[in-house]
T-cell receptor
Framework: SQTIHQWPATLVQPVGSPLSLECTVE??????LYWYRQAAGRGLQLLFY??????ISSEVPQNLSASRPQDRQFILSSKKLLLSDSGFYLC???????????FGPGTRLTVT | DAKTTQPNSMESNEEEPVHLPCNHS???????IHWYRQLPSQGPEYVIH???SNVNNRMASLAIAEDRKSSTLILHRATLRDAAVYYC????????????FGSGTQLTVLP
């Protein structure tokens, strides 16, 4: 069966510090991968998605970036965090058709 | 993707059926109707999806209006663990991109 992992589960970082969140998927090949963010009390906002290694599409211009160095690995990064980057970050995967997306446990990021 | 409209909140008693409505009057012919739910402090969880015909799975049933301008997610016997935000989402069959999450319906299940 397929499993999606995210780490860390929680993170507290000062403004201006770098960020690296990792997501890995097991039990499937060639998944579509997604990064979402959910601000407190808000809906989910898609940040990036990827249909293959090295292929990244950005939905919202901001100080975040994403990379997909391996088929089942998706990384979210920032060189300098802003207060507004605080939120609940979710990684998800889907098959090629994308009918069903499966979400990871999420990382709760607090920027202080 | 077309827009959906859901009530902000609903309440149900435990072990009773719950009908969660969703309006999508601008749905196109290639849009699938998806339902996800999000429990507190967790990522969303896929519930069910359909195109034209009613669908059933182990979690819920999806009733789709004949004109496809509305749909209803049916939880046959609500439990306390069903308390969550339920999202109704339209997604074109040709798109491998994002799910556009609205504000959803907060379901409260009363013991």
């Amino acid at each position: 069966s397929q499993t999606i992992h995210q780490w860390p589960a929680t993170l507290v970082q000062p403004v201006g510090s770098p960020l690296s969140l990792e997501c890995t998927v097991e039990g499937t090949s060639n998944p579509n991968l997604y990064w979402y963010r959910q601000a407190a009390g808000r809906g989910l906002q898609l940040l990036f998605y990827s249909v293959g290694i090295g292929q990244i599409s950005s939905e919202v211009p901001q100080n975040l970036s994403a990379s997909r160095p391996q088929d089942r690995q998706f990384i979210l990064s920032s060189k300098k965090l802003l207060l507004s980057d605080s939120g609940f970050y979710l990684c998800a995967w889907s098959g090629l058709a994308g009918y069903e997306q499966y979400f990871g446990p999420g990382t709760r990021l607090t920027v202080t | 993707d077309a827009k959906t409209t859901q009530p902000n909140s609903m309440e149900s008693n435990e072990e009773e059926p719950v009908h969660l409505p969703c309006n999508h009057s601008t749905i196109s012919g290639t849009d699938y109707i998806h339902w996800y739910r999000q429990l507190p402090s967790q990522g969303p969880e896929y519930v069910i999806h359909g195109l034209t015909s009613n669908v059933n799975n182990r979690m819920a049933s999806l009733a789709i209006a004949e004109d496809r301008k509305s749909s209803t997610l049916i939880l046959h016997r609500a439990t306390l663990r069903d308390a969550a935000v339920y999202y109704c989402i339209l997604k074109s069959s040709g798109s491998a991109r994002q799910l556009t999450f609205g504000s959803g319906t907060q379901l409260t299940v009363l013991p």
